[in-house]
């Protein structure tokens, strides 16, 4: 409890981009063998330090087998909420979902990141009970405490009842139990975000557990077998309030990105393939009238490939899928910048109108045909994923693993894990930062990346940054 | 108490206009949560023998609401599953929750003090009460809502969003131990008269 507001707390977006710069990265790391224990990296992120760009700081969970995948803050700018009339919290704890064991780890960054440990292990047998959920997934602050989305439901394979949403205490961490009240027709999930003073959440789907734990199901995608549903809900009232379906083929619809200021009642979320075609898509939703829409706004097409060059899942279809795995808005909502995992591929969309992106940079790195190496000359497997954005929207950081078993599909070489940086122009363009290049201890892959003080897709705003 | 939600209202649809409404529902909630305290106390004075022993309850029960308060630093989740629409609603809820109007009371009670053998003038001494106890509340409300209108104003028009958290500050404690304070202050002058 303290006595003033966290600084790194923001009233608005605009107020967020003007605070300093980030001086560490957070960034996950998972043995995809499960030979090692998972751990969190503390990268310096400080151009001016002797050890800029390198892990100063590591810790390492005394578990294998978790899977780390996303983690958030335990608290962030939505404690400002004129609502919860208490912002007395700390941007202080990382609470870190194993995605496979479903044990959730809490580190304490402070009072030093470099001295991050872990400050308290909820075991899986304790979200179960108190859930009936598994795979602890997406995690984000806001006002009734934390909010943890899960891609399981019970029981072993996690497929007895829904995955959903559960909610933590933001100070002791101790699991509350099930946020929906009436979940009406949803029954896979995977990411979700909100808008606060508008009072609405909107989640997406990936699959079952059995459709991704052991790789993906090259059947059940062409049947169209994975998510492809947007679900609205009123967020005080923890009720469904709407299904948007993009339709079967649109294959797995994953990160949502609400626009950061409140007044925007936009946002986007990327579709990893479209079956017909192997497109990747961008898709704008919004809400007009108090209903809600949805429509295709950008399509990425798969690259043409001999076959020789593509593992075995792909020979079938001579061709390289974009594969969209994450997207992120930048703080003031202008750009959009889109992961195409297959083909090695950076985009960022300028979304000043939001139904109309216009591609305004491209960064080129790693690819299961391409393998381009990156600008200063290093070899990149893999290729971007994760993607964060700095607050003033200048950096842009990405990891290049997807998910264990998925990343042997892809690219059966093998990834080894880097973290690397991107440096944005304010009107648009991106260029790969040459003495930015993170390696992961041997045997590590990366997957999200935080940064101290928050960034693009941890904080939520209750005031509008219009004056 | 909630002025920043006036400031948000404002700027969210951005208009003036909005920010009073604003300003005017966290008043009606606050007074009706004042009210809800006050009238029970208000017919309770018209057992005019009794009025001591009411002092000290009330006395007490001030007292006893700021010790729980002390302990109770939980982060208040309750109070967000409140809609933003509701702002009426949340002025009323937080009133209770913090004992805003309990505050009051002690002094309420103070201002209706009365000769204690009027024994025949009960009922004009419920309406007086009534009277009074509908006065202090809107008195404290209005003060209220000048102090947070002036500060969501100024906010609003002149000083930025960065005045939310520079002015936001922990007073969790200090309004506790307030609470205490005005408990044992008012005991300390019910003994004296006695």
């Known amino acids: 409890m303290t006595m003033r507001p966290d600084p790194t707390f923001h009233a608005s977006p605009r107020l967020a981009m003007e605070a300093p710069p980030e001086n560490f990265a957070y960034t996950l790391l998972l ?30 969970m005394p578990n294998k087998g978790d899977e780390f995948h996303h983690f958030g803050w335990n608290a962030c700018s939505s404690a400002l909420s004129p609502l919860a009339g208490h912002a007395f919290v700390e941007r202080r704890y990382l609470v870190i979902p194993g995605i496979r064991s479903s044990r959730i780890y809490i580190v304490d960054t402070k009072p030093d990141p470099t001295k991050a440990r872990i400050h308290k292990i909820i075991e899986p047998e304790e979200v179960f009970r108190k859930t009936g959920y598994s795979r602890p997934h997406t995690v984000h602050c806001g006002p009734e405490g934390i909010y943890v989305s899960t891609l399981g439901g019970g029981g072993k394979d996690g497929t007895q009842g829904p995955p959903g949403v559960f909610i933590m205490d933001c100070e002791t961490f101790e699991v509350l139990g099930r946020w929906e009240i009436d979940r009406g027709p949803q029954k896979l999930h ?18 079952l557990p059995p459709q991704f734990e052991n790789g993906i199901v090259a059947e059940d995608l062409l049947a169209n077998k994975y998510g492809h549903r947007l679900h609205f809900w009123d967020l005080r009232d ?131 045909a391409r393998r381009t190496p990156h600008a200063n000359g290093k070899p ?10 700095s ?12 998910y264990s078993t998925w990343d042997e599909q892809f690219y059966p070489a093998g990834i080894p894990g880097v973290e690397v940086m991107a440096n944005a122009a304010p009107g648009g ?23 101290e003080g928050g960034d693009c897709s941890t904080d939520s705003f209750c005031y509008p940054s219009v004056q | 108490m909630g002025w920043p939600l006036a400031v948000s209202a404002g700027l969210m649809e951005r208009s003036p206009r909005a920010l009073f409404a604003a300003l005017g529902a966290l008043a009606t909630g606050h007074l009706l949560a004042s009210l809800l305290v006050f009238l029970p106390f208000a017919l309770l004075v018209a057992l005019a023998e009794w009025q001591h022993p ?20 939980r982060h208040p989740k309750r109070l967000a599953r409140i809609p933003p629409t509701q702002l009426g609603l949340w002025s009323f809820a937080v009133a209770i929750a913090h004992g805003a109007g309990l505050m009051l009371v002690p002094i309420y009670l103070g201002l209706c003090q009365l000769p204690a053998s009027d024994h025949d003038a009960t009922s004009t001494l419920v309406e ?67």
Not at chain 1, 380 to 388: D, H, I, L, R, Y
Not at chain 2, 152 to 176: E, H, M, Q
Not at chain 2, 180 to 190: E, K, P, Q, S, W
Request: charge should be neutral; charged fraction near 20%.
């Open chain 2, 128 to 194: 007086a009460n009534l009277a009074m106890a509908v006065l202090v509340a809107i008195v404290h409300v209005a003060a209220m809502v000048t102090a947070g209108g002036c500060l969501a104003w100024l906010t609003y028009r002149y000083l930025g969003l960065k005045f939310v958290s520079r002015s936001w500050f922990n007073l969790d404690t200090i309004w506790a131990l307030s609470l205490v304070l005005v408990g044992v202050i008012a005991l300390a002058f019910t003994f004296m008269e006695w």
């Open chain 1, 31 to 60: 043995s995809p063998d499960f030979s090692k224990p998972d751990a969190l990296a503390v990268i310096d992120a400080r151009p001016t330090s002797p050890t800029y760009s390198q892990i100063v700081h590591t810790v390492t």
């Open chain 1, 238 to 368: 923890r009720r469904h309030v709407q299904t948007i379906d993009l339709g079967a083929n649109h294959q797995m619809a994953l990160e949502v990105r609400p626009a950061h200021d409140p007044v925007r009642e936009y946002g986007f979320v990327g579709v990893v393939v479209d079956t017909t075609n192997l497109e990747g898509s961008i898709w704008t939703w919004w809400r007009d009238g108090g209903k809600f829409h949805a429509e295709k706004t950008a399509t990425i097409p798969p690259e043409a490939t001999p076959k020789e060059k593509l593992p075995p899942l792909l020979q079938g279809f001579g061709a390289v899928p974009p594969l969209i795995t994450d997207i992120d808005l930048s703080m003031d909502d202008k750009f959009l910048y889109v992961s195409c995992w297959g083909t090695g591929e950076m985009r960022q969309y300028d979304v000043s109108d939001p139904r109309k992106p216009k591609l305004a940079g491209s960064v080129h790195i790693g690819g299961i």
């Open chain 1, 391 to 402: 607050r003033d929207g200048k950096r842009v950081y990405w990891t290049n693993s997807l």
């Open chain 2, 54 to 73: 009411i002092q000290i309850a009330a006395g007490l029960l001030v007292i006893g609401f700021g010790i729980f308060l002390l302990f109770n630093r």
């Open chain 1, 429 to 451: 363009g991106l260029e790969l930062s040459k003495d930015y290049f993170v390696s992961c201890p041997d045997g590590y892959r990366a997957h999200q990346v935080r940064l």
């Open chain 1, 380 to 389: 990149v497997a893999g290729g971007p994923q994760m993607v964060e954005i």
């Open chain 1, 190 to 207: 995977y990411d979700f975000w909100w808008n606060l003073p508008r009072d609405y959440m909107v989640s997406s789907e990936w699959a």
